[in-house]
C-alpha cells in the first residue's frame, strides 16, 4: 500500500467542511469529515487512477460534493486540497495551483 500525506491546509479545508454541514444539522459536519477522511484513505490503493485537472488528479469524493487534489510522487501521493465543488471554479483553480508550489 502507498503512503499518503496531507498538506497543513487540508486539515482547515477539512474543518471548513465540518463547521458548513454542522451548521445544517448536527452530527452532519462529523460525518462529512469521517467520509472524506475514507475517501482519502481509500487513495493507498486507488491512487493515479483519476482524471487531471488544475495540475493535479481530482478524486470525486463519494458521499458529499467535494474533489480531493492530490500529487503522486515517488514515494507517496500528496493530497493537496479537499474543495467544495460547488465553489466558483476559478477559486478552485486559484487554491489547487498555489498549494502545489
Given at each position: 500500500m502507498r503512503r499518503v500525506v496531507a498538506l497543513a491546509e487540508v486539515a482547515a479545508d477539512l474543518e471548513r467542511a465540518?463547521?458548513?454541514y454542522e451548521a445544517q444539522a448536527?452530527?452532519?459536519g462529523d460525518y462529512c469529515v469521517a467520509s472524506l477522511l475514507a475517501d482519502i484513505a481509500s487513495l493507498a490503493l486507488f491512487h493515479g487512477?483519476?482524471?487531471?485537472?488544475?495540475?493535479c488528479l481530482r478524486l470525486l469524493a463519494n458521499r458529499f460534493p467535494f474533489g480531493i487534489y492530490y500529487l503522486e510522487m515517488p514515494e507517496e501521493t500528496q493530497v493537496v486540497a479537499v474543495l467544495d465543488l460547488r465553489r466558483d471554479p476559478a477559486w478552485i483553480r486559484n487554491q489547487v495551483t498555489k498549494r502545489q508550489h
Open positions: 465540518r463547521s458548513f448536527a452530527g452532519v487512477i483519476h482524471r487531471r485537472q488544475y495540475g
